[in-house]
């Protein structure tokens, strides 16, 4: 059972235009939702991350929206450059203060940014 | 990549052999992972480690076996490879539990074709 279902699998956006990918998520415990960023023949590599207390984080051009109720959140990426083309992680996790604590990945959102 | 050497990088082997894939961080870093990616199904969680001799299953864990016997090296083994094992299998280490929000570091991965 995919305990963070992301969409869309794959997105194409002009230079400029804003990229957003989606993430649900049903289990209520969760309590840190990371984005993950991975270049082709790199590892994933963490970009930006929330907590369920604030609805909203800005880093540069890439911020994060949460809505709690809808237990949804999504990565949007502002003025989108060729060089954010890469496979977007989303993630959930739980246990916060538990040794055993671990990340339930998203399947990826190839992006591609058309120059 | 955050001091995470993961060996070999690439590797073909025929179905039924043995296989170990090894992962080696200089960041002392007491949490280490292993993950699989294939196309459309993301990362997985193969099998995990909290500390030398503590290790625990993923969610993908049949077929495959884990050791840590000094805090640096984590390896993977497939003990009869299947091609449904065909993947590129990830190394990550974090220095706490991800419950607490923990960043995870990844290795550049071992693409690995069983035929």
Redesign the interface.
Known sequence: QQQVK?SP?SLIVQKGGISIINCAYENTAFD?F?W?QQFP??????LI?I?PDVSEKKEGRFTISFNKSAKQFSLHIMDSQPGDSATY?CAA???????????Y????TQLTVWP | ?AG?TQSPRHKVTETGTPVTLRCHQTENHRYMYWYRQDP??????IH?S?GVKDT?K?EVSDGYSVSRSKTEDFLLTLESATSSQTSVY?C?ISSA?????????????TQLSVL
């Open positions: 992301q699998q840190y990371p993950y023949g790199k590892g994933p590599a963490l991350a907590r992680f996790s739980k246990d916060r203060g538990s040794t055993l604590g671990r990340l990945f998203g399947r990826g | 990549d995470i459309g199904h993301g990362l997985r969680l995990y909290y625990d993923g990830f990550a539990s991800l419950g607490t929000g923990e960043k995870l570091f990844f290795g550049s991965g």
